[in-house]
């Protein structure tokens, strides 16, 4: 099969609850995205969301990825930023969420949107190379990740952080959002942070690593497509 020929793993959800409203377009091989529909809880003109054709804080595009993100939470945008880029995804994601309490619910269920999107871009996830692991550092901190594709989800994470907030995200969130991604998406996650003095830094080093680990596991294998990776026969 010619690489121009090979399907675009690509998928997109919308999440709605009292709590957040969210839409994602995803894909993991990259490429273009169509803009993000409007809707009842996005409509063309919000104050709240800028427009998709606008430039924000994390927003890039690029002749391999598009990437324009809005949750309302800064840092957790340019996180996520930094994992769709480094990942090769291409990525369209807006949240509206209640903020007026506090950045959990917003956070959560980002990650969780994320990472049911995810798990429908793998599809039946045969011929991949299911695992991935990856080093990535930022100046002094310095972070490790590794994935396994397993249809088995659990996360595991250390981050060390020495400050309750980055910005206005609580720090908790990155270990709870990463977290509630794996589950979503379906993995098995390791994340640690093994040295830092920068709160900024150890979070960022980790999505790097989390976003350069996934990518390899993603890998499509030549001469195993269709195969199961696993000894059981079934992910």
Partial sequence: MSPSSIPIRIASINKNTK??????????????????????????????????????HASQNS????????????FLDHMLHAL????????RLRTKGDLAIDDHHTAED?????????????GSRT???????????LDEALSRAVIDLSNRPFFDGSFGFASPMIG???????HHGLQSWSKAAGVTLHVDVIKGTNDHH?????????????????TRVVGREGEVVSTKGVL
Wanted: hydrophobic share 40%; aromatic share 8%.
């Fill in 84 to 91: 769709a880029k480094h990942a090769g995804w291409s990525l």
């Fill in 110 to 122: 980002t990650f969780l949107a994320l990472g049911t999107a995810f798990s429908k871009c793998l």
């Fill in 63 to 74: 002749p391999s990825q598009q990437i324009w993100i809005w949750t309302g939470v800064g």
């Fill in 168 to 174: 206005t995200l609580n720090t908790q969130m990155i």
């Fill in 202 to 218: 150890r979070a960022e080093s980790a999505f790097k690593a989390l976003a350069v680990a996934t990518k390899m596991a993603c």
């Fill in 127 to 137: 011929g991949l190379q299911r695992f991935g692991h990856a080093y990535a550092p």
């Fill in 19 to 56: 709590e957040t409203k969210i839409q994602v377009s995803l894909s993991i091989d990259g490429g273009p995205l169509d803009l993000l529909p409007e809707s009842e809880h996005f409509p063309s003109s919000s104050g709240s969301v800028p427009s998709q054709e606008s430039e924000t």
